[in-house]
């Protein structure tokens, strides 16, 4: 408005210039310059006819410079070669305006005006309306009606100029009369550039407003070509504003660049009589891209824009119909092609056709059709062709009115079609969308519904959580249209069965939703409708929440209709009978049943009313999914997949408001899969149930029938289960109401199963059944025949299931062996008969071989001992250790003379407790040695005889590993520490201690030496023969009371023994008889040999009777009395057994009485050895009582120590080891003789323990590897070396026999603790063996069978326990060969001495 009072003012103030045809010059136009250089134009210009101007130069129009032609039509032309500057504020304004030159600049508020300037329109149009409504013109868009209040269902002026759509030169119309005459139509713009345009201002050539006293006029004409279009201006060409607002002109713009700063309008003028409807928009053609846009800036109106007809050759490239713009396209067959998109936005709309009309075919073909908050509605059929569908929040919607004339629209979208926000394709008549993509319908509210609807060729269709797939619709109407056709017919329909290869829709076909051709269909929300075919895909996944339902979908009647009658209704049957209906004693049977259970394809049937107005209840439709030559590779049910009947619940009232019988609930429907895999998984369901009974007393529908046809039903190892079934499947009847009766169960039937398969989902046979038949019977499954079945056999799963009378079986554990079900142990005994005649076999071969072997071996003991006589000879050899470092062979006299003292190493010479000497001086040689030079002596002694600590750590691991070569280690480790002190004592040391001269520089002063067992050493110390005569007798005189040490420790290995050197024998030859000493020292010895230090109060008592009944009288007689005696505690607990020797003129009786150890319990060797001080003078006065003449020096010799006797050996001490494994296993007992015999039964018994431990040992193997070497290894060596170590010693020659058969003894102990793992692994097989049996059958026998492996363990066990005995025993005999040693009465004992 405030530009129409601008240019009235303008136009008063302006002079009026008419110009000649002759050119016109810069001066002409009261400018300065030329045209053909540069004319500025510095004061308004007024034209009153059409004026061209042209010229070479630049034209410049100052700022608020007016240039007009007020004149209606009236054309102003400036052509010029040069740039045409249109300052700010300064006007074009004329009816057409035509500007040609190289570059135009319009800067801000700056214009060219045409508005309401146009002539008129073209002749032959109907842009202005007739009629005095006060209607808009029309031009690029209609001009709005405001014949109705708000929404009209007229227009006004009509639409011209579509032929120059993208060249528009054609004035605007003029708006309809009302009370006066509307506003006048837009004029024409051309701008003609060769480079850019600059546009800050505005280029306009809109509608004239009228107000509410008429119409407003329509938009004219603009067309800019140029190469650049830039700045922030607008090109206007929108209708007018009046009653009813004018419609939209058309622009044109060819430029190859165009800012997006730049505004350009075509709306339609707004309606001040019905202001919801404005005018139509124009049309924007971008000529540069060959692209049409129609946008009506937001203003609302239901007045479309026409889109005539649409070129080919080329296309245009796009369409935009956006911002509420109405396009209604009302051919009755046109096809709209563009290059690229077809875009709908912001309440935009296109409408093919004419709603009287509608059996028009349109064609929509684009690279992409983009629809946001759109409608796209067609009237007769849609030909959709395009890459991409999106839809947001839009809808395409196709009217046919049902009309079989119309054919099926098509929407062909090759790549990707996505309904998203309530977007929805619906159609009233058949449609069929296709596709070689996607297909998603992604959430609430987004549907494609049709009356008949098929999706093909699709490579994916997603049915997203809440968005609806349906066909038909959901009136009665439509559902009786597709259905009619089938309720009535028996037939099945070849086409649901075996489709025809190419995906159509039809009014022919029978289906009324089929998604055909579609690799993989997801659904997630619904999939519905009266016969749903689902043809050639290959997966189908029914996701939580989502359904695909024909349920309420199929026959109001049909062939098992259900009845009303006197009030009372029957449901309906199909697969079962309907239920009968039962209202006042009244009764109405149900519908029968039709169809074939094993290949059903009906519609379930429908229950009649009492009248139309109730309507009849509807059964179930049908579902089929996959077909004979294409079935479904795979259906996933977590869903729901159902053909239900429908059930009615409101009561039926007659006229008066009184209740009447309920109606019958519908049928179930038909469910046909053809697959080869189904899942359905946990809280899925697949049914077919009837619908209930209406109240009252209405009748239940029956249930419909279910079929699984099973394509590839693969046999044998080739066998994989077709079906998953972890959710529910009904079939059931619906239930009746009140006294109505329940529908009969439908049927579930399957493809009949090949041989070794059963049931609906073709499983195999329970284990130990066969089938050899075909068919899905259970019953047909017979038990196999268990006469051949091993005890320890069970029937085994067979892939495919079993096809022959013959059960494949296999034996309980993987262990046995087939066919008997035998571990190798009984394969190898059965191999010989059986456990008796193998055991007979395996003996006599044992026996004999043992015989044969302890041949051998009595003829080299034969050869070995038995020959020689000589007491010396017995002596030596009654106890066989290894020989000692230290005997001294034929000892001399002088040797004997100057003999002085023997002094005792302390400790029991092992790793950790090794040998040493005393710090403390003997009485005996004080005067013999010099004091420090002692101490040093023993420093170097004691340094010597310690162990590395290698030598400990091997002797560990050995002890852990095998105790026996730990033993034989220990053993090696002393021989080498002897040698050493030897080599130290003999050349090494200096003998620097001795006083004599003579000793120390000839080394016979001091010699070392040990009893053959190892376990003692001592040193010798001899006199010179330099010293004073009173010394040396001094000296002499303190060799008694002499203590003599025993041997060994009291263990098996190494038994207490009295060994008696030739220097002992010398000495104590002066005083006593040798055979006498001889025959003492071999029957000690005797009976030392029993004596375990484990039990030494018990096993000494007997040595220290003997002592008193057999030896102290022979001696005594002699003068020498022998008393038992402990000596030389150390730190540790460790003492050492010996003898007390007396001699001399001492009064004996007395010494007998008095020498008694009266110490209590915890005064203990043990106890008192921790302090040694202390003990040793306890000791020394508990060894003689006081007012004795002898000192107490003559008679322990300064050893400190105790005697023992039968009152003191109870408080003896001693160290129990309890946990040694074997320590029951070896004792040295007595001699038994029969040592021919003995040897025998060692040889069979060896022989056996070495079957019996490789019979063990492949049955524990048979049990498991770990067992095996668990077995084998606890103690590595220990279960096979006591054969070795046995043939070791019974085939030995020399004097080590007794040593060798002990250490075969101690191996044989050892594997003791490899039989105890033996029990141990087959307690933990036995446990883990009954645990994992889950069949039943044979199991106890199974378990009672395999209870035995205890049996091989323990006669290993026994024959272990029998040899330790006779290994015993044959140790006795080899080291007590003569047995008068050990006769209980001493007259008989010394009766041997002198023939000795």
């Known amino acids: 408005m405030l530009e129409l009072v601008f240019l009235c003012v303008l136009v008063v103030l302006t002079p009026c210039h008419s110009l000649s045809h002759s050119p016109v010059t810069c001066q002409d136009l009261d400018g300065v310059g030329s045209l053909n250089t540069t004319c500025t134009l510095n004061s308004n210009l007024r034209f009153d006819s059409d004026v061209n101007i042209y010229g070479t130069g630049n034209l410049n129009i100052l700022a608020h410079v007016l240039v007009d032609c007020l004149v209606e039509g009236c054309m102003i032309t400036f052509n010029v070669s040069g740039t045409i500057h249109v300052n700010q504020s300064a006007r074009i304004v004329a009816g057409s305006v035509i500007l040609s030159a190289i570059n135009l600049t319009m800067e801000s508020n700056s214009s060219i005006y045409t508005t309401a300037l146009g002539g008129p329109p073209p002749s032959q149009t109907s842009g202005t309306p007739v009629g005095e409504d006060g209607a808009g013109g029309g031009h690029g868009g209609r001009g709005a009606s405001c014949v109705e209040s708000d929404v009209s269902t007229y227009w ?73 279009l830039k700045g922030y201006g607008k090109i206007s060409a929108s209708g007018g504003r009046g009653w009813g607002g004018g419609g ?45 846009r129609v946008g009506n800036d937001n203003m609302t109106t ?38 690229g998109q077809i875009s709908l936005y912001r309440g935009s709309s296109i409408v093919f056709g004419l709603s009287n009309f509608p059996v028009s075919e349109f064609e929509l073909v684009a690279e992409e059709l983009l629809m946001s908050d759109s409608v796209i509605k067609v009237y007769g059929a ?20 049902g009309n079989p004339a119309v054919p099926p629209s098509i929407l062909e979208v090759r790549n990707l079609v996505v309904l998203t926000e309530n977007s929805i394709i619906t159609s009233n008549a058949n449609l069929g969308v296709y596709g070689q993509g996607m297909l998603t319908l992604t959430g609430p509210g987004d549907a494609i519904k049709g009356q008949r609807l098929s999706l093909s060729q699709f490579y994916n269709v997603t049915i997203g959580p809440g968005s609806i797939l349906q066909a038909p619709l959901d009136d009665d109407e439509s559902k009786n249209a597709v259905t009619h056709t089938l309720c009535e017919s028996k037939t099945c329909p070849i086409d649901l069965i075996s489709p025809p290869d190419d995906c159509h829709v039809n009014y022919t076909v029978s289906f009324s939703l089929q998604i055909c051709r579609v690799e993989d269909i997801l659904v997630s929300g619904i999939v519905k409708g009266s016969i749903i075919q689902i043809h050639r895909a290959r997966t189908v996944v029914v996701t939580d929440g989502g359904r695909i339902s024909a349920s309420e979908f199929g026959c109001s009647g049909g062939l098992g209709k259900g009845l009303y009658s006197n009030g009372a209704g029957s449901g309906a049957g199909h697969g079962g009978r309907g239920g009968s209906g039962i209202f006042n004693e009244r009764v109405c049977n149900g519908g029968h049943t039709y169809g074939d259970p094993d290949f059903p394809c009906e519609l379930g049937s429908g229950a009649e009313s009492p009248d139309k107005s109730y309507g009849n209840v509807i059964g179930g439709g049908m579902i089929v999914i996959g077909s004979i030559h294409f079935p479904l590779l795979t259906l996933n049910l977590r869903g729901s997949l159902s053909s239900d009947g429908q059930s009615l619940g409101k009561p039926i009232m007659n006229g008066n408001r009184s209740l009447v019988g309920g109606v019958g609930g519908g049928s179930g429907g038909t469910i046909l899969l053809f697959l080869q895999m189904l899942q359905l998984s946990k809280n899925s369901s697949l049914s077919v149930r009837g619908g209930r009974g209406g109240p009252l007393g209405g009748g239940g529908g029956g249930g419909g029938r279910l079929h699984f046809h099973w394509d590839m039903l693969h046999t044998g190892d080739e066998y994989f289960p077709v079906a998953t079934v972890k959710g529910s499947i009904s079939n059931r009847g619906g239930s009746g109401d009140n006294r109505g009766r329940f529908g009969e169960e439908g049927t579930m039937t399957g493809k009949k199963c090949p041989k070794g398969l059963y049931g609906t989902f073709c499983l195999e046979c329970p284990i130990g059944t066969f089938k050899n038949v075909e068919g899905s019977d259970k019953r047909l499954c017979t038990p196999c025949p268990p006469e051949h079945l091993p005890s320890r056999a069970k029937f085994v799963y067979v892939r495919g299931g079993v096809s022959e009378p013959f059960c494949p079986y296999k034996c309980v554990s993987d262990k046995y062996r087939l066919p008997n079900c035998y571990t190798p142990l009984e394969e190898l005994v059965y191999t010989f008969g059986g456990p008796f005649p193998c055991a007979l076999i395996l003996s006599c071969v044992v026996v004999v ?81 010099y004091e420090d030079a002692f101490n040093r002596f023993i420093d170097e002694t004691n340094s010597t005889a310690a162990y590395d600590w290698w030598e400990g750590s091997v002797h560990s691991i050995l002890s852990v590993l095998a105790n026996p070569c730990a033993w034989s280690w220990k053993q090696w480790r002393r021989r080498r520490k002897i040698h050493r002190l ?71 290995m190494s038994p207490y023994s009295l060994h008696s050197d030739a220097l002992l024998t010398n000495l104590l030859g002066q005083h006593i008889p040798p055979s006498v000493w001889h025959r003492f020292v071999a029957g000690l010895n005797a009976q030392l040999r029993t004596v375990r230090h484990g039990s030494i109060r018990s096993a000494l008592l007997p040595v220290i009777r003997w002592v008193n009944s057999h030896g102290n009288p022979q001696l005594e007689f002699h003068g020498v009395r022998i008393e038992l005696g402990w000596f030389q505690a150390t730190a540790s607990g460790y003492y050492q057994l010996g003898i007390l020797v007396f001699v001399g003129d001492f009064p004996l009786n007395t010494v007998n009485q008095s020498i008694s150890f009266s110490r209590s319990d915890d005064e203990s060797p043990r106890n008192s050895s921790t302090c040694p001080s202390n003990s040793l003078m306890e000791l020394q006065q508990n060894l003689i009582q006081p007012g004795h003449g002898l000192s107490r020096k003559r008679i322990n010799g300064g050893i400190n120590g105790g005697l023992i ?34 040897l025998r039964l060692i040889s069979i018994l060896l022989l056996a323990d070495l079957s019996v431990t490789i019979l063990a040992l492949l049955q524990f193997y048979w049990v498991s590897l770990a067992a095996f070497l668990a077995i084998l290894l606890i103690l590595p060596l220990s279960l096979l070396c006591p054969f070795p170590a046995g043939l070791n010693a019974l085939l030995s020659k020399e004097i080590r026999r007794a040593s060798l058969t002990r250490i075969y003894a101690l191996w044989n102990a050892t594997s ?85």
């Open 156 to 228: 006004g002026g009509d639409v011209y100029s579509w032929s120059s759509l993208d060249d528009p030169w054609s004035y605007g119309s003029e708006g309809g009369v009302k009370l006066n005459a509307g506003g006048k139509g837009g004029g024409r713009v051309r701008l003609m550039l060769k480079d850019t345009m600059m546009l800050d201002g505005s280029v306009s050539a809109d509608g004239g407003d009228s107000g509410e006293e008429g119409g407003g006029g329509s938009g004219g004409s603009i067309f800019i070509h140029a190469v650049k």
């Open 302 to 339: 239901e007045t479309e824009t026409p889109l005539l007809d649409f070129p080919t050759r080329p296309p245009w490239s796009n369409i935009y119909v956006d911002n509420h713009a109405k396009v209604l396209v009302p051919l009755l067959w046109t096809r709209m092609q563009v290059r």
């Open 248 to 292: 939209g002109g058309r622009i044109s713009l060819d430029c190859y660049s165009i800012q997006e700063d730049v505004r350009v309008l075509v709306h339609g003028g707004a309606s001040i009589g019905c202001p919801k409807n404005a005018g139509a928009a124009g049309t924007y053609f971008n000529k540069e891209l060959s692209s049409l």
């Open 382 to 401: 849609l030909r959709l062709v395009t890459k991409i569908l999106l839809m947001l929040n839009s809808v395409i919607k196709i009217d046919g009115e």
């Open 982 to 1052: 030897q080599e130290y004592v003999k050349s090494q040391y200096d003998h620097s201690c001795l006083r004599s001269c003579r000793s120390r520089a000839l080394y016979k002063g001091m010699k070392l030496g040990a009893t053959p067992d190892l376990m003692v050493a001592y040193v010798d110390f001899f006199l010179g023969g330099d010293e004073k005569r009173v010394d040396m007798v001094s000296i002499i005189q303190k060799r008694f009371p002499m203590c003599i040490l025993f041997g060994g420790d009291g263990s098996y």
């Open 849 to 929: 071989l043992g015989l044969l072997l302890s041949t051998l071996s009595i003829k080299f003991l034969r050869s070995s001992f038995y020959g020689a006589s000589s007491i010396e000879h017995e002596s030596t050899h009654c106890l066989p250790h290894l020989l000692s470092l230290s005997e001294v062979r034929g000892a001399k006299s002088d040797v004997t003379q100057t003999h002085a003292y023997r002094m005792y190493f302390m400790g029991p010479n092992t790793f950790r407790e090794p040998w040493h000497l005393p710090y403390s001086r003997p009485h005996a040689i004080i005067e013999m040695v």
């Open 1312 to 1396: 003791v603790t490899n039989v105890v793992m033996a029990f141990i692994c087959g307690v933990i097989h036995s446990g883990f063996f009954s645990d994992q049996l889950s069949d039943k059958t044979n199991i106890w026998t199974a378990i009672r069978d395999d209870d035995k492996w205890w049996v091989l363990p323990t006669i290993l066990l026994l024959i272990k326990w029998i040899q330790a005995r006779f290994l015993d025993w044959h140790v006795a005999n080899l080291e007590v060969a003569d047995y008068s040693l050990l006769c209980p009465d001493p007259d008989t004992f010394w009766a041997y001495e002198s023939g000795t």
């Open 1205 to 1238: 006797n039968e009152i003191s050996i109870q408080s003896l001490d001693y160290r129990r080891d309890l946990l040694h494994p074997v320590s029951l296993l070896l004792n040295n007992t007595r001699p038994v003789g029969r040592q021919d015999t003995l």
